[in-house]
């Protein structure tokens, strides 16, 4: 089973500040097959990135994905009120297909 | 727009069959995506269960395969997951959610609003 290491736990950031979460996987994950999912207390998880770098719909451009070798990065250029949240990637390379943890990312 | 919806009981005793089904709409869940279920635990992270595709293959978490049971209706487009002996640690908020398309490894997108179902006497 691949693990996926979420870092940091917690984020605390101001709006318009830039953010930037981590998430290691424990094997080669093809870029392909890594996605980002936001959630808000009381929702449900919501599609941010698949394909590491592929923004889901209606997401906006201040939202980006990258990768190199194992670690993953979503990266939220200037952040905004919602974006506080929590958040969670997800390989969907080789089954059982896992989350990582998450990440709390809380407003300063 | 695609919507899902969860229903079922929201608590079960411990030893019997968790069973819950979810509903599609504005999609047919027979043209080509496979369709799964995740849970959460209260104020944890997220865990795949399982996934089906309409043609009734199915690919299920290994650590829960030998009690779970995913099924599909697709003259009711829904699909259903039964859980069975099930303990307190299978407390959780289940989600159902559309999944990769003729290819059992995809995202989740989108999810139902989940269904919170609690394992006590």
């Known amino acids: 089973e691949i693990v996926l290491t979420q870092s940091p736990g917690t984020l605390s950031l101001s709006p318009g500040e830039r953010a930037t979460l981590s998430c290691r996987a424990s094997?080669?994950?093809?870029?392909?097959?890594l996605a980002w999912y936001q959630q808000k207390v009381g929702q449900a998880p919501r599609l941010i990135m698949y394909?590491?770098?592929t923004r889901a719909t209606g997401i906006p451009d201040r939202f980006s994905g990258s990768e190199s070798g194992t670690d993953f990065t979503l990266t939220i250029s200037r952040l905004e009120p919602e974006d506080f949240a929590v958040y969670y990637c997800?390989?969907?390379?080789?089954?059982?297909?896992?989350f990582g943890q998450g990440t709390k990312l809380e407003i300063k | 727009q695609v919507q899902l919806q969860e229903s079922g009981p929201g608590l079960v005793k411990p030893s019997e069959t968790l069973s819950l089904t979810c509903a599609v709409s504005?999609?047919?869940?027979?043209?080509?995506?496979?369709w799964g279920w995740i849970r959460q635990p209260p104020g944890k992270g997220l865990e795949w269960i399982g996934s089906?595709?309409?043609?009734?293959?199915?690919y299920y978490n290994p650590s829960l395969k030998s009690r779970i049971t995913v099924s599909v209706d697709t003259s009711k487009n829904q699909f259903s997951l039964k859980l069975h002996s099930v303990t307190a640690a299978d407390t959780a908020v289940y989600y159902c959610?559309?999944?990769?398309?003729?290819?059992?490894?995809?995202?989740?997108?989108?999810w139902g609003q989940g269904i919170l179902v609690t394992v006590s006497s």
């Open positions: 959610a559309r999944g990769g398309y003729a290819n059992p490894g995809g995202w989740f997108d989108p």
């Open positions: 394909g590491t770098s």
């Open positions: 094997q080669s994950v093809s870029s392909r097959y």
């Open positions: 089906l595709y309409h043609s009734g293959n199915t």
């Open positions: 997800q390989q969907y390379a080789t089954s059982p297909w896992t």
């Open positions: 504005g999609f047919s869940i027979s043209t080509g995506h496979y």
